[in-house]
C-alpha cells in the first residue's frame, strides 16, 4: 500500500503492530459507536451484585494492557464483532462466548478466535468455514456441521492480507447496514491506527479540528483533495457517539 506500512512488517516492543496496547476504552468505544461502559465489560469485566453477593462477569476477549485498560487493533477488531453478533444479530452473550469456546477447542493455538477465523452468520446461528476442505460448522450448537448460506454485515468490513488482520472500516452511526460507506479506515500502521479517510494518511481529527474551527466541508474537501462525501464521514466518525 502505498498510503502506509504494513502492520506485518512492523513491530513494536517485540509485538506486531496488530497486537500491540494502543487504545484507551473511552476512545476505542468512540471509534465503534459502543457505550463505554460496555466495552469495558466485555475487554475487563466487572463485579456487579446478585441477591445480596457480589459476583463477577468475566471479560469476553483478552486485551493486550490490562493493567493500563489499553485495547490493541485486534482488540479493537474483535469488539466490532462482539458488537455486531450482540446488536445486529441479537445474540445473547452466553451464546458468543459459547461460540468462542467451541472455537477454542478446534483452533488451539488460536488466541483471538472472533477475528482469527472466518466468521458468518445464518439465521440465528453463528458459523465457521474450515478454508482447506470448506466444512462449515455451527458454533452455536456446540461443533455441528452443516453447509448455509451466509449473512455477513460487520464481519465484512474487517479486512486482512495474506491471512493477518488488517484493516477495519467500523460504522460511524449506529444504524449499520450493507451500504454503509467504507471510508473511515483503521490501520494499524498508518498514524498508529487512528481513524483516517481510507487511502490516505489524513486524520478523522484533524478533519475534525480545521471544520470546528470554521472550515467549510466544500474547502476541506478541496484542500485535501478529496469528495465532500468523504468529509463528511470523517466529521461523522468524530462525532459518533452510542446511545
Known amino acids: 500500500m502505498a498510503y502506509g506500512t504494513s502492520a506485518s512488517a512492523v513491530a513494536y516492543g517485540g509485538r506486531n503492530l496488530r497486537d500491540a496496547p494502543a487504545y484507551g476504552i473511552p476512545e476505542a468505544a468512540r471509534y465503534l459507536v459502543i457505550p463505554p461502559s460496555t466495552l469495558a465489560s466485555w475487554a475487563i469485566g466487572q463485579d456487579y451484585k446478585y441477591q445480596g453477593k457480589i459476583r463477577r462477569f468475566e471479560p469476553v476477549f483478552e486485551i493486550a494492557d490490562p493493567e493500563r485498560r489499553l485495547l490493541s487493533f485486534t482488540n479493537v477488531c474483535e469488539a466490532h464483532v ?27 493455538n488460536s488466541k483471538h478466535p472472533l477475528v482469527d477465523h472466518n466468521l458468518s452468520v445464518f439465521g440465528r446461528d453463528l458459523w465457521v468455514k474450515r478454508l482447506e476442505n470448506d466444512e462449515v460448522i455451527n458454533l452455536t450448537t456446540q461443533g455441528q456441521t452443516a453447509f448455509r448460506e451466509f449473512l455477513d454485515l460487520y464481519l465484512e468490513r474487517v479486512e486482512y492480507d495474506r491471512d493477518e488482520l488488517s484493516r477495519l472500516f467500523p460504522f460511524t452511526w449506529t444504524g449499520a447496514n450493507h451500504n454503509a460507506p467504507r471510508i473511515v479506515m483503521l490501520d494499524p500502521g498508518i498514524l498508529s491506527g487512528r481513524p483516517v479517510i481510507r487511502d490516505s494518511r489524513i486524520a478523522t481529527s484533524v478533519v475534525y479540528e480545521r471544520w470546528a474551527a470554521g472550515e467549510s466541508i466544500e474547502a476541506l474537501a478541496d484542500d485535501y483533495g478529496r469528495q465532500p462525501d468523504e468529509i463528511q464521514e470523517a466529521l461523522r466518525c468524530e462525532t459518533a457517539r452510542a446511545a
Do not use: T, W
Not at 85 to 106: E, K, N, T
Open 82 to 108: 462482539c458488537k455486531a453478533l450482540r446488536s445486529s444479530h441479537g445474540f445473547p452473550l452466553q451464546h458468543v462466548r459459547r461460540a468462542i469456546s467451541v472455537l477454542s477447542g478446534l483452533f488451539p
